[in-house]
């Protein structure tokens, strides 16, 4: 519920916002929590911070044709919207999907603003993305597809301006293809504008892992703040992409059991916990479905096409596909089933009313822009190694990584309690978040 000023200020945003569903859900959920704030700061109402905030500073569309292996013309679109640049750099991935339009962009650069504030490294916010669907595409297609967008895009982009990276659908590979073309048509070698390079030119060590580890630690800490520990835990999780796969990894190195995940053609129940060397091998390297890992994993290992991943009893689940993919009828089994901690490795995974669902039962809820955040904080730490050409180990970027997310946790716990909600991270996180980026605002001018 909003009270009435947020809520004139909400519908303003959907009237100038028509039809983006995400992007107005995403908005909504922030301002819920952001009364109090104003009623202690009266000041940002005055500088109408929150009607700013809603505001992309800047939204670029651009057509990307290319030419498919038959000789055939292509054409997707695709966008960049560079939402915040209070605290830094624009930063934020860019998800190729044919589900990718301007109202998925504006959610996803809405939440990195508060995000990337959150992790407390001097970055901004923004987000991108085609409507390209990679699946099914060969090598060269591909190549083809991250050339002619980054012709367009390179004019956007610098180490001091926008910095993307990758999301769903674009990993090393395109990455790799992105920053060639950017590096070819600027003829400079400027390894900060793209993070999630490979670790031979200018990528850092962890990053890969980061946002998956980052969820894992994130867990840990709200377990830990309830004298508990992922140790001896059955745990589920959803999708079994680059996040999915780095999560359960760190899980289990963790103590814990993960017993299921998934992709969009169903999901797998694997009772001795989830084998990460072949599960990276179907879904990485081969790029198969996820039946495939059930049938090399032996007769224990069951894959179901209907039904939901959330449907596997656990006390603790991460989705970690894509958004609004986890419903309130699958909070309701996750509860029923005993489930008593959610941490969402994907952006904005669980539907307002699946949050409910988890709030009111007293689950301990850690929302993406928290719990995800690792994977950015280590782009920005790839940036800093690139700022002073240096490479760190692996160990030392894990143990920063470590340190950046109990910070988060940290200032989440502790602004929660302050505004008179004691564990409720969502109250925590939007917040805090917001209260760096208005505060950084505020001291800017009227930018
Ligand atoms: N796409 C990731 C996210 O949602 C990472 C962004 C980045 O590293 O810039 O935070």
Redesign the pocket.
């Known amino acids: 519920m909003l009270d009435e000023k947020l809520e004139a200020l909400f519908d303003e945003v959907v009237k100038r916002n028509l039809g983006e569903a995400e992007f107005h859900q995403a908005v909504h959920e922030v301002l819920e929590t952001l009364g109090p704030v104003l009623a202690k700061h009266p000041e940002l109402a005055e500088q109408k911070i929150i009607q700013r905030v809603c505001e992309p500073e800047r939204q670029v569309i651009f057509r990307v044709p290319w030419q498919d292996d038959s000789g055939e013309v292509q054409i997707n679109r695709a966008f960049r919207v560079e939402f915040n640049s209070a605290l830094g750099p624009y930063?934020?991935?860019l998800r190729f999907h044919p589900s990718v339009y301007l109202g998925i962009v504006k959610f996803?650069g809405f939440e990195?603003v508060f995000?990337n504030a959150l992790t407390g490294m001097p970055i901004g916010g923004g987000k991108g993305g085609a409507d390209f669907d990679p699946k099914g595409r060969s090598e060269a297609e591909i190549m083809r597809f991250c050339q002619s967008l980054m012709t367009e895009l390179y004019r956007h982009l610098g180490e001091y301006t926008d910095?993307?990276?990758?999301?769903i659908g674009v990993g090393t590979r395109e990455i790799g293809g992105l920053f060639g073309q950017y590096k070819r048509i600027t003829n400079r070698y400027e390894s900060g504008v793209i993070?999630?390079k490979g670790t031979d030119w200018g990528g850092a060590l962890v990053r890969k892992e980061a946002?998956g580890y980052g969820v894992a630690f994130f867990v840990e800490e709200m377990l830990r703040s309830r004298s508990r520990c992922l140790d001896g835990t059955t745990c589920t999780v959803s999708g079994s992409g680059n996040v999915a796969i780095y999560a359960i990894e760190k899980v289990q190195a963790l103590g814990g059991r993960v017993v299921a995940c998934s992709d969009s053609s169903g999901y797998v129940v694997d009772p001795n916990g989830i084998d990460v060397d072949l599960l990276r091998q179907v879904k990485e390297v081969e790029r198969r479905r996820i039946d495939v890992y059930a049938e090399r994993r032996g007769p224990l290992v069951s894959f179901s096409a209907d039904g939901s991943v959330w449907d596997v009893p656990c006390d603790v689940a991460m989705p970690c596909a894509t958004q609004n993919e986890l419903h309130s009828r699958d909070a309701a089994a996750l509860v029923r089933n005993g489930c008593t901690a959610v941490a969402e490795g994907a952006?904005m995974p669980t539907t307002p009313r699946g949050v409910r669902v988890f709030r009111e039962a007293g689950v301990s809820f850690g929302p993406g822009k928290a719990a995800?955040?690792g994977?950015?904080a280590t782009?920005a730490l790839e940036m800093q190694q690139n700022a002073s050409r240096d490479s760190w180990t692996f160990e030392h970027s894990e143990q920063r990584l470590y340190e950046i997310m109990a910070g988060i946790h940290r200032l989440c716990h502790e602004t929660a309690e302050e505004y008179g909600a004691p564990g409720d991270y969502v109250v925590g996180a939007n917040v805090a978040g917001f209260l760096r980026v208005a505060r950084a605002m505020l001291a800017l001018g009227l930018v």
């Open positions: 930063k934020g991935g996803l990195q995000k910095v993307p990276a990758g999301d993070t999630g946002t952006n995800n955040a994977g950015v782009s």
